[in-house]
């Protein structure tokens, strides 16, 4: 199977999605095609050999050839018209604006070009940290309690401390903890750079967290990856995440009972099935007083979290023989043929 | 102002996108461009002069240019290279899939494309109709109870009569009126076969209904339309819904007070504001013991609802001032050359 590795676009988290697209040359053994979105959106066709991450910060990329999207696929233009790029499925490594906002998900679909990442609606429910709870509470997954509030509200905070989130965007952009009145306005200030609504939850200091990945390989089957506790100070801000990300994993196998780790995998479930039918994801869950609390969902998470799967390449190949099919719509203009008809009498 | 119209798709809607295209012609004094997106997905470009509903039901549309979606906008392919199409803004008439799920408005934000109509978080919101009751409930606006199924569950009805709709879709398509436990499979079978979810509501017999159409025309000012009593039999199913539109609209500008008038004013602008900036949408009301309900949101409803508004082609122009504005997001490389200068050392 030849995967097209899309990455990079008009995102905050441009520069992490180059980071995850350098890794996916380390650990998968497909024959790769690598699809760069500029921050004009413009589509650059890379070399997997050229990869590096200097290619990009340099402007050097501009030198590779240019793609369309256009039905089937992804063509470059030559004398001789247009040549399809020849890729059997799309692997979406573009975080945050653009692939996990519901944009490229749309691209594929209209353009029919099949795709392993979060489909539109699953983009949705999970960038928009407000629209998440709504959804968890749907499925009886638990969340924290959260205020809501726009650019234009008047933000006042009943108890410290407590965590202030832009309400899209993820990689702690924006995100500021807030211990006493006098630091709230700059935290407000940060959030709304970013995002004209945020959401105010309690901090819980020292709460216990736990990531659990996974993903569709077949009829109601889920391969999940290992429980992993997060190292952290405080929380991890964006800088830390992102050096960290650049260094070996060394990933910290939760030490947890059976019954927790269950636990965990049916608010998994709960919250994968079906909306996030064709993507890997990640689930960053809260433990508080032996209760399951979801905190957020990365349809597109970090290196696609591959170090946390003992075989990840195995992995990849079986979600891209369960992608979702779009239905099939027939259309015969019964009505406008009806109407037609109707005018002749 | 050259106002591009686009409309067709692959869509249960696609022929009423097809009426609503022709109605436009009569209603807006603006330049119009036609783009029909035919049940492939292909772009062609259609002549005002040449619009009527047998170019579409016969195929003879391909005999006009194909159009190219690229940055900035549409173009035509010719000896010479691509040539723009001169439109100044996008009018989103593509009713059902594809024009209200959100696909075309991801398309419209990636090529950067100005376009009136729903945004892509507004499309979810209001396409999946278990979504708007959630969103509803986050804005303080009622709407009925309902059950939610998927395809794989069991379903079972406790109180007869209720309604059945599939979760995504508008127009009545696979909607049913279940008044006894022995209609219930044969409607499910419909409802299923449109979708693979659906809510079932109670079906309140003779229940008040008003829709009322609005859109932002300035900071903060919204220009309602009248609201209007809709004729009914039990529900218009699409057919009916379908046929009626074609003919003149006699409309019934309902007969309540200024009480409930501005209630289901307040309703409509908790509704809009902000995550309908940019769109004319409609919103359809239950009145029950005197308190207003959501019943749906149509956020590109059937020929604009032009025929609620006083001078709609007025309003379309203001409409286009007042579209939401991207973020600008700055990508520098700070991170990257951060991690090749860590690399050095």
Known sequence: MTLGIIFGSKSFEHEISIVSAITM????????????????????????????????????????????????????SSLFGQKKLDIDTILNLTHGGDGEDGVLASLFEFFNIPFIGPRNTACVVSCDKYITKQYASSINVKTLPCEYFHKDDK????????????????????????????????ALDVAFEYDDTIIIEPFINGVKEYNLAGAKIGNNEIQFSIIEEPQKEEFLDFEKKY???????????????????????????????????????????????????????????????????????????????????????????????????????
Not at 26 to 53: G, M, W
Not at 66 to 76: A, D, E, M, P, V
Not at 160 to 182: C, F, M, N, Q, W
């Open 25 to 76: 040359k380390k650990v998968l053994k497909n024959t790769l095609e690598y699809i760069f979105i500029d921050q004009h959106r413009d589509f650059y066709h890379i070399p997997a050999s050229k990869i590096n991450s200097k290619l990009f910060s340099s402007g050097e990329y501009k030198k590779y050839d240019k793609l369309q999207i256009s039905q089937g696929g992804f063509f470059k």
């Open 155 to 186: 933000v006042s905070v009943e108890k410290y401390p407590v965590i202030i989130k832009p309400t899209k965007l993820g990689s702690s952009i924006g995100v500021s903890i807030v211990k006493s009145a006098d630091e709230l306005d700059y």
């Open 243 to 345: 050096m960290d990300f650049n260094r070996t994993q060394q990933v910290l196998k939760a030490n947890i009972s059976d019954e927790l780790i269950s636990q965990l995998k049916d608010n998994f479930i709960k919250v994968y099935n079906n909306t996030f039918d064709g993507s890997l994801i990640r689930c960053d869950f809260f433990v508080i007083d032996d209760e399951v609390y979801l905190n957020e969902i990365n349809p597109i998470p970090g290196s696609m979290a591959n170090y946390l799967f003992d075989d990840f390449n195995t992995l990849i190949n079986q979600i891209s023989k369960y992608l979702p099919k779009q239905k099939d719509i027939k259309i015969d203009y019964t009505y406008v043929n009806q109407i037609q008809s109707a005018k002749g009498k």
